[in-house]
């Protein structure tokens, strides 16, 4: 062995607390750092000791507690640059103490942290060194105990080229453990050509890790490139979404109102027809009382020696006619009835299609809050494009309030056509009693002259045939006008008689 490994620079690397400065007492065989028993931390600061074993000079760098899971890979760099400049030109190993008793949570995260934090290069000058050995059971191994159990630990050992030793601190008599270390730290010697961890390989270190920072900040940069792309797709999704749903109202609306201009359209024709069949009747009717009084006068003229066989026929027609007239009042209430059916179906139906236009707005509108609620960190992260979204919702608002008053105006208008429809009914009932009425009239009129004929007639007979003729004639007149006049009532559809 050449003159300038005789002299071995080992530096202790562990969390506090973990035995470092008990294992620098156990190598150089002296109480070098006093140990005091509870929790108070000996090493509070870096300290250097030299020492001999076996004729070879010993320089041990004590650290603080240099594992600190908070610290960052730069600042362990700037860290083990101090330890270089101390132990210059630099340690031959690196000493990492962790104890196997209460090896807990944190010591897993400890050494985790020393695994990502520490560079490949370092731990190849670097040895494991468990303490506490006199708490193992038994015959058990420290593999067996701790390593196989801590997938970080074993790593840890890996990357160190396997290369760990266990220490029993309280028999610091004990040398042959301290043989044993020496012999790993010679072996990894041997394995680094004999060379010492110096500032070149350190600076090669730090260029490791600042190019794999650099690979690492690309990485994010790519991913927040990523989410921007992302973000960006899914912010015209959702303007095509709100687009699609704006054409698909303006649709709905055109719907809506071609439907209510059909309603109207067809509500109006089928009033214009029921208008003219009620015209057309009308005039049947007349035409009808027309022809029944031509063929009554000549009825009388025909028949007024025949006063028997004319009453029987009288009596007869007049039951015919009343059955005539109950069944056209009948079937004229029937028609009424069937006519307000179909209004009432109409409103019906019309009021069933107000219904789905009211749900579909509001299935409408229950959408548009889910799309608010999933796009809500949208606009919470871009307040230009909340502000646009709250227009837009403001416009949608105007375009539902506008939609509703046009129901609004829909449902006044079925109202109206209601109040109508009663006026009409009103007109058709005071036409209906002015043309009874004016039958009445032209009735009687038409039943006067020929009983003033007959009446002149009868003058020039003898007085005995005065009498009788002047009986028969007044109850001729009187039976025939009662009879013309409930045969006027009978065309125009009066519901009563006189007898």
């Not at 260029?207 to 960006?232: A, G, I, N």
């Amino acid at each position: 062995m050449s003159s300038s490994t005789t002299e071995l620079r080992l530096v202790l690397l562990g969390k506090m607390g973990s035995g470092k400065s008990s294992t620098v007492n156990s190598i150089l065989d002296r109480k070098v750092f006093d140990l005091k028993i509870g929790s108070t931390l000996v090493t509070q600061r870096c300290r250097r000791v030299g020492g001999e074993f076996r004729g070879r000079q010993l320089m041990l760098l004590d650290t603080p507690g240099l594992v600190n899971t908070h610290q960052t890979p730069r600042e362990v760099q700037k860290e083990l640059r101090r330890i270089v400049s101390l132990l210059f030109p630099g340690p031959h190993a690196f000493l990492i103490v962790i104890q196997i008793v209460r090896f807990n949570q944190e010591d897993r995260d400890a050494v985790r942290w020393i695994k990502e934090a520490m560079d490949s290069h370092a731990l190849s000058f670097s040895v494991v060194v468990f303490t506490h050995g006199d708490h193992l059971d038994g015959g058990a191994t420290v593999e067996q105990c701790l390593i196989d159990g801590c997938g970080d630990l074993a790593e840890l050992v890996a990357r160190c080229g396997g290369r760990y030793c266990v220490f029993n601190n309280q028999n610091s008599k004990n040398r042959e453990q301290v043989s044993e270390l020496l012999a790993l730290v010679d072996g990894m010697m041997q394995a680094n050509e004999e060379s010492c961890y110096t500032s070149k390989l350190l600076h090669k270190a730090e260029e490791d890790l600042c190019h794999q920072l650099q690979e690492e900040k690309e990485e994010v940069f790519k991913k927040k490139q990523e989410y921007k792309r992302k973000v960006k797709t899914a912010q015209l999704k959702c303007k095509s979404e709100k687009e699609e749903l704006k054409k698909n109202q303006e649709l709905e609306k055109e719907k809506v109102e071609k439907l209510t201009r059909d309603q109207e359209g067809t509500f109006r024709r089928e009033k214009e027809e029921n208008d003219r069949k009620e015209e057309e009747d009308k005039r049947e009717v007349l035409i009808k009382f027309e022809k029944l009084t031509k063929k009554l006068e000549e009825h009388v003229e025909r028949e007024v020696e025949m006063r028997r066989s004319i009453e029987e026929k009288i009596q007869k027609d007049k039951a015919e006619n009343e059955k005539t007239v109950k069944e056209k009042e009948l079937e004229h209430i029937q028609r009424e009835q069937a006519i307000r059916q179909r209004e009432e179906m109409k409103r019906h139906a019309l009021q069933k299609d107000l219904d789905k236009l009211i749900q579909r707005l509001e299935e409408q509108s229950r959408k548009k809050k889910q799309m608010e609620e999933t796009f809500r960190h949208e606009r919470e992260e871009n307040q230009r494009e909340r502000y646009l979204q709250m227009e837009n919702q403001r416009a949608e608002k105007r375009q539902t309030v506008a939609l509703q008053q046009e129901l609004q105006l829909i449902k006044m208008e079925v109202e109206k056509q209601k109040v109508t429809e009663e006026s009409i009914k009103s007109q058709l009932e005071d036409n209906l009693r002015r043309g009874r009425e004016k039958c009445d009239e032209e009735e009687m009129s038409a039943l006067k002259k020929p009983c003033d004929k007959k009446c002149s007639d009868t003058i020039v007979k003898t007085p005995a045939e005065k009498h009788s003729t002047t009986t028969a004639v007044t109850g001729y007149v009187q039976e025939m006008g009662l009879l013309g006049l409930n045969v006027a009532l009978e065309s125009i559809g009066a519901p009563c008689s006189i007898q």
